[in-house]
């Protein structure tokens, strides 16, 4: 048992790192600049912001009327029971208006991006 030799036991966490000794190539610098992704990604990011705090605006606007709208209108006689108009205003309109905003925001993100396609960056060997 004990004359065996037992070989040494690694942990290998990643590629084998070049010796001292050996240089690895680095690549030539090429002549030409690479693309500037960077301002057409920020380009699209801030469209889609923009459209997106503009939705949330929308809605918060629209629908934040509501309660002030029910406030604001008169129903005579209605004492215990709520009128079939506050039931249409809260149940039916705003519906038609969440399917228009989301439609709005789903087209301009679609342009956002169709109209700012950048090129791939290139792989060079």
């Given at each position: 048992?004990?004359?065996?030799?037992?070989?040494?036991?690694?942990?290998?966490?990643?590629?084998?790192?070049?010796?001292?000794?050996?240089?690895?190539?680095?690549?030539?610098?090429?002549?030409?600049?690479?693309?500037?992704?960077?301002?057409?990604?920020?380009?699209?990011?801030?469209?889609?912001?923009?459209?997106?705090?503009?939705?949330?605006?929308?809605?918060?606007?629209?629908?934040?009327?509501?309660?002030?709208?029910?406030?604001?209108?008169p129903f005579p006689g209605t004492a215990s029971r709520v009128p079939p108009a506050v039931w249409l205003l809260?149940?039916?309109?705003?519906?038609?208006?969440?399917?228009?905003?989301?439609?709005?925001?789903?087209?301009?993100?679609?342009?956002?991006e169709a109209g700012s396609t950048a090129p791939a960056p290139v792989e060079r060997?």
């Amino acid at each position: 048992m004990g004359a065996e030799s037992v070989p040494r036991r690694e942990v290998v966490t990643g590629r084998p790192r070049p010796s001292d000794r050996t240089t690895v190539p680095r690549p030539a610098p090429s002549p030409e600049p690479p693309p500037r992704v960077d301002d057409t990604v920020r380009k699209v990011m801030r469209q889609q912001l923009r459209a997106g705090l503009i939705a949330t605006a929308l809605l918060a606007a629209l629908l934040g009327l509501l309660p002030v709208l029910l406030r604001v209108l008169p129903f005579p006689g209605t004492a215990s029971r709520v009128p079939p108009a506050v039931w249409l205003l809260l149940g039916v309109a705003p519906y038609p208006v969440l399917l228009a905003i989301g439609a709005w925001y789903v087209r301009r993100a679609e342009r956002n991006e169709a109209g700012s396609t950048a090129p791939a960056p290139v792989e060079r060997p």
